[in-house]
């Protein structure tokens, strides 16, 4: 079973950031948290993971709070091809990941 | 690098017969798993494969599925006797090591199965 909470869905404005949080409060010392997306009728992409630092790739930036109970995802300047269902999961390296219902982001012009 | 390539992308059976996943993964990955969508449900864990070996096949139904990943060529799932419930999209992934901090998986665009 999913171990986060995602909001069902979340509206963002062209060009402005995205910003996705995710509830992950039972998370232990060794698991990481990865955050995939699904374009309609495409296999997840992967986006960016992290354990307790903040991480930034050329995709968006993930941020997790001091006590790695929550963390968020950022994408910078939302386009319209961003629409996505985001899945935000913890994982402990070496398992496999376990999709919930995730974020349908819709950015809209 | 080509991806993760899965094929046929769309295969319709009728009810009984047999349906033949492919999955070539990505140059240099040894490891691939297996995730099943069903129309407006979330994805759900299959199998994972590494060559010639089965880790963990936690999420196959116990009768008609079976994965294989040969030494040689490519993933497949297969599935006898297809019964319309088993209309989905099933997806494919692959990793260069086991799952982790420097192999995050990479999918494939999937094969719908429509079972009419």
């Known amino acids: 079973d999913a171990k986060t909470t995602q909001p069902p869905s979340m509206d963002c404005a062209e060009g402005r950031a995205a910003n996705l949080p995710c509830n992950h409060s039972t998370i232990s010392g060794n698991e990481y948290v990865y955050w995939y997306r699904q374009i309609h009728s495409q296999g997840p992409q992967y986006i960016i993971h992290g354990l307790k630092n903040n991480e930034t790739n050329e995709m968006a930036s993930l941020i997790i709070t001091e006590d790695r109970k929550s963390s968020t995802l950022i994408l910078p300047h939302a386009t319209l091809r961003d629409t996505a269902v985001y899945y935000c999961i913890v994982m402990e390296y070496g398992n496999k990941l376990v999709f919930g219902a995730g974020t349908i982001l819709r950015v809209k012009s | 690098n080509a991806g993760v390539m899965q094929n046929p992308r769309h295969l319709v059976r009728r009810r009984g017969q047999e349906a033949r996943l492919r999955c070539s993964p990505m140059?240099?990955?040894?490891?691939v798993y297996w995730y099943r969508q069903l129309p407006e449900e979330g994805l759900k864990f299959m199998v994972y494969?590494?060559?010639?070996?089965?880790?963990?096949e936690s999420g196959m139904p116990k009768e008609r599925f079976s994965a294989e990943f040969p030494k040689e060529g490519p993933s497949i799932l297969r599935i006898q006797q297809v019964v319309r419930g088993d209309s989905a999209a099933y997806f494919c992934?692959?990793?260069?090591?086991?799952?982790?901090?420097?192999?995050?998986?990479?999918f494939g665009n999937g094969t719908r199965l429509t079972v009419t």
């Open positions: 494969l590494q060559k010639e070996n089965i880790i963990d």
């Open positions: 140059k240099g990955h040894s490891h």
């Open positions: 992934a692959s990793s260069l090591d086991r799952l982790g901090v420097q192999s995050p998986l990479h």
